[in-house]
């Protein structure tokens, strides 16, 4: 770096520090947006990184079942929202494909997840937030999960009221630590704490996502509670043996296929094709925010822009005196351009820091694990410098092209 | 061979009914060494003068050559570079920066020119020491006299080491006692061989001077040499016509002006339509080459 650009970043440096108070509320636009911006990637790299430790945790043999048809772009998995969450089913899936699925080639258990509506009440509390899903006795296997407090439902307590508890519905609905035997009123029945899941590892964005905060209930008697009407908005099945999973997995297709007249409105999904539409989801969601929270860094630029605007406007005569003494026009420019990418590289820096400070003050109070890659700061930096670069020029070219004369005369 | 040529130089301010001739066909020549006093009323277009010799503006029409280039026509990048290395100016407010220390200010020409900041204040101090201001180089602007600060600005003026020193009323702010001091430092650039060109309204000044040039109304109308230690001649008259105000002029709340106007107004135009005859020929029938 040439000895001019030097001083010029120091001169850019005093100015800044000589003008706190405005420089600071300058910058405070490029660092909402630094920080929004690598919040937002950060907490969506975190997501993804999750629902990719989701195959480990469920099993990469893991085959879902969801109502909706999957888009395929030269075989490549596209978004499809309404997959993830299963809202696009109006019908859902039903008992008759559960049965199709169970009675498939290579396929060893299939246990449905079916939503039913409703508040949950013990004693004097009541949880409306808390997910009832309908399931059978093949769901602990499925998700190959253990529960570790008492145990899951077997095929003949498919008939009874009782229920399997996630570990975030004991501390809210009981005070017990572990439950067992304490009773609920669901939709006018009572229901008996049987067993209850250890933590699921959270990944929002996941059909797991909530299992935590999940009661299971059979799923014949979820039926009776609503007049056959549970909508499944899941089936995971499990093959016989792991090298069957793909023969399993067609073999369901294609029945499936056959009991809906040719119609594919359903999708099946092995772990990674299940990911991929999480992880496209993700990604999809993550640019729209990050494209909106980049509009405050653009907000931030036309900032630096105002501010170096009265900035020249300011200081014309000392440009004046620098033409006098003999700096060129481009010499003029290059000032003023650096004064600025200082303004919002320095920005840019603090932002990075608030995002570090925001990422690690995440990961300790909520469930969400956001992280800040290199190439996010990078980014970031990269893009403060050229907000910066880009948004100074202007109110340079004005500076430099200053005839001396008029500029001297400015006061 | 002439140091600064000026041939039939004008310059034009403003359009149409408000065009101002600040100058009119201004022919001049100054060779090297040259001290060079500037003098006229306000508005004569003295200042533009001084800006277009230091290549701050352009003329309008005519020829300027700075030793022998044509420089009125060259890009402004190249007439930065020119006014960096050749000249030095010395303002009547200083112009030094005040978010920066009297070293600083001194050094800043050099960063135009690429020189490390190491050397940029090696240099900027040496150049202090010259004008005795070693003791304030990290002082502000502001805590510096005028005549400190003016010594100051001569010191950033003279940095690059430049031919040509344009001073624009350089004791304009300045009480005599700080006036004689920034003269004097004039004076002895002057003698290590520097042209300088100073404008002034003072005609006690002209002492320093070895060439005294008179303007009125964008045009040069007297031009005459000077011996160093004497009052030019004609500013000598000038001198004796600044009107002065009296206790009596106090008592009776006249403006000394509305005085003069009463008072002087016949003889007033009559005294200086020798000077103005004698100007009205003589720029271009002067020939200076070769005079030392």
Redesign the interface.
Known sequence: M???N??NIRMAL??VR?TKWRSMLTMLGIIIGIVSVVMVVGIGEGVKREVAHQIDQFGKDLITVRPGKLQKDNGRIVTNTDLLFGLNSISGLTENDLKTIQKSDHVRLAAPLGLVPGSVKAGDRKLDQTMVIATNSSLPAALNRDVPYGDFFDEEGEDDNVAVIGRSVAGALFDDFVPLGQTFEFRGKTFIVRGMFDDFKSTPLSPASNFNNAIFIPHKVAEELTGNSVQMYSILAKPDKLENAKAAQASIEKRMLKSHGNEEDFSVLDQKQNLAASSNVLSLITTMVAAVAAISLLVGGVGIMNIMLASVTERM??IG???????????ILNQFIMEAAVLSVVGGVVGIALSIAGVFALRTYTSLKPVISVEAIAVATFASLAIGIIFGTIPAIKAARKD??EA?RHE | MPLIELKDVSKLYGFGDATTLALDEVSLTIDENEFVAVMGPSGCGKSTLM?LI?L??RPTNGDYQLRSRYVSKLR??QR??I???TVG?V?QSF?L?P?MTVLENVA??L???????SKRIKQASNMLERVGLRDREFYYPRHLSGGQAQCAAIA??LI?NPSIIIADEPTGNLDSASSRLVMELLSDIHKMGNTILFVTHNPELTRYATRVVYMHDGAVVHDEQTAIGDVAPTARRIMFTVPSKNDEDDLAGVSTLMKNVEGDYKEEPAAKKPARKKATGKPKARKRGGKK
């Open positions: 040439s000895a001019i030097r001083g005093a100015s000589s005569h000392e005196v620098r033409k006098a003494i003999g700096a060129t026009s481009r010499q001396p004369i001297l | 800006n230091g701050l503006d402004s990048g930065a570079k006014r960096r290395d100016f303002f112009n920066l978010r800043l020409p960063v135009y020119k690429g020189i490390s900041p950033r003026a690059n």
